[in-house]
């Protein structure tokens, strides 16, 4: 038989290596040298920050800077194409104005030749259709006849040149046309000229 020793805690504790109960004494001043690069390091990091967002601010400022420029030249090219296109058409309606100003004295020839009396059915016939196509042209182009016998005199629509009586006309009924009026796309361009009943 073999003789067991008690173990001594002690010289067990002795016996073990010394780097695995101790640690290894580290040295002060290194210490101190790695704990102040991260405070470096750090502060570095804190300034490459602060410039980056202020450089992002900067960006930001520029790009709102940039947007309502662009904003206001597309609302001053939307008022250009407005003004452009209100010109143009007033251009036309002017352009088509003008000329039919200077075809409405035909037209009231051939009025007058449609209403006259005639012996040839065929000449008749000839200036009602001339007259018709006038008219048919001039409904294209907007223009149309104002209506003036019978109706309430109204000085926007109507000249009133003289007075006259007309059985059951109330006063200020239009008894008379003299001369026909017309407007363009509603826009009077020759007024009606009329006698009114007193």
Same mark, same amino acid.
């Not at 904003?71 to 000329?99: I, L, P």
């Not at 001039?138 to 005199?153: D, V």
């Given at each position: 038989?073999?003789?067991?020793?008690?173990?001594?805690?002690?010289?067990?504790?002795?016996?073990?290596?010394?780097?695995?109960?101790?640690?290894?004494?580290?040295?002060?001043?290194?210490?101190?040298?790695?704990?102040?690069?991260?405070?470096?390091?750090?502060?570095?990091?804190?300034?490459?920050?602060?410039? $980056?967002?202020?450089? $992002?601010?900067? &960006?930001?400022?520029?790009?709102?800077?940039?947007?309502?420029?662009?904003?206001?030249?597309?609302?001053?090219?939307?008022?250009?194409?407005?003004?452009?296109?209100?010109?143009?058409?007033?251009?036309?309606?002017?352009?088509?104005?003008?000329?039919?100003?200077?075809? $409405?004295?035909?037209?009231?020839?051939?009025?007058?030749?449609?209403?006259?009396?005639?012996?040839?059915?065929?000449?008749?016939?000839?200036?009602?259709?001339?007259?018709?196509?006038?008219?048919?042209?001039?409904?294209?182009?907007?223009?149309?006849?104002?209506?003036?016998?019978?109706?309430?005199?109204?000085?926007?629509?109507?000249?009133?040149?003289?007075?006259?009586?007309?059985?059951?006309?109330?006063?200020?009924?239009?008894?008379?046309?003299?001369?026909?009026?017309?407007?363009?796309?509603?826009?009077?361009?020759?007024?009606?000229?009329?006698?009114? &009943?007193?």
């Amino acid at each position: 038989m073999t003789d067991t020793q008690p173990v001594n805690p002690e010289t067990e504790a002795q016996g073990t290596p010394a780097a695995e109960v101790l640690e290894t004494p580290t040295d002060p001043k290194s210490t101190k040298k790695e704990s102040a690069k991260p405070s470096r390091k750090k502060a570095g990091d804190a300034e490459k920050l602060a410039a $980056l967002e202020e450089k $992002l601010a900067e &960006a930001e400022q520029k790009q709102g800077e940039l947007q309502n420029s662009l904003m206001r030249t597309a609302a001053e090219y939307d008022n250009y194409r407005k003004r452009s296109q209100k010109e143009q058409e007033s251009a036309f309606g002017n352009g088509v104005s003008h000329a039919a100003n200077a075809l $409405l004295p035909v037209l009231d020839t051939l009025n007058a030749a449609a209403t006259a009396d005639t012996t040839d059915p065929e000449y008749k016939k000839g200036v009602l259709m001339t007259l018709a196509k006038c008219e048919e042209v001039f409904k294209f182009l907007g223009i149309q006849e104002i209506a003036a016998m019978g109706q309430p005199f109204d000085p926007e629509l109507h000249n009133a040149v003289m007075q006259q009586a007309a059985d059951g006309a109330a006063p200020g009924t239009i008894t008379l046309v003299m001369q026909k009026g017309y407007t363009l796309n509603g826009r009077v361009i020759r007024h009606a000229m009329v006698a009114v &009943a007193p």
